[in-house]
């Protein structure tokens, strides 16, 4: 599975972001799909997963109520609409796969390059 993300940039604090991650490969639908991130100096987070069927989602309590994560099988993309967003939500924003289908756990073993998000004003 290969991932691409896109969506990333420099937005003021409060200001919103959404986050696409194109996947491609045979299969795709059986995996679950999350988006990890890592801020300067830091070690990389999770932040959310869907499963396949995007009925199970789970966040980073840093994150709950302001980010929402959804999958669109059929165009093969995750996205992240990022709300409210604050300073420390400044990294470089990494989708990721697992290949189960309701994986709950933070263990991904395939991963996009990543995309800029900058908080500031």
């Known amino acids: 599975v290969q991932l691409v993300e896109s969506g990333g940039g420099l937005v003021q604090p409060g200001g919103s972001l959404r986050l696409s991650c194109a996947a491609s490969?045979?299969?795709?639908?059986?995996?679950?799909s999350g988006w990890f991130r890592q801020a300067p100096g830091k070690g990389r987070e999770f932040v959310a997963s869907?499963?396949?069927?995007?009925?199970?989602?789970y966040y980073a309590d840093s994150v709950k109520g302001r980010f929402t994560i959804s999958r669109d099988s059929a165009k093969k993309t995750v996205y992240l609409q990022m709300n409210s967003l604050k300073s420390e939500d400044t990294a470089i924003y990494y989708c990721?796969?697992?290949?189960?289908?309701?994986?709950?756990?933070?263990?991904?073993?395939?991963w996009g390059r990543g995309t800029q998000v900058t908080v500031s004003s």
């Open positions: 990721a796969a697992h290949p189960a289908p309701n994986y709950s756990g933070i263990s991904f073993t395939n």
């Open positions: 490969g045979r299969a795709i639908e059986d995996y679950t």
């Open positions: 869907v499963t396949w069927s995007g009925l199970n989602t």
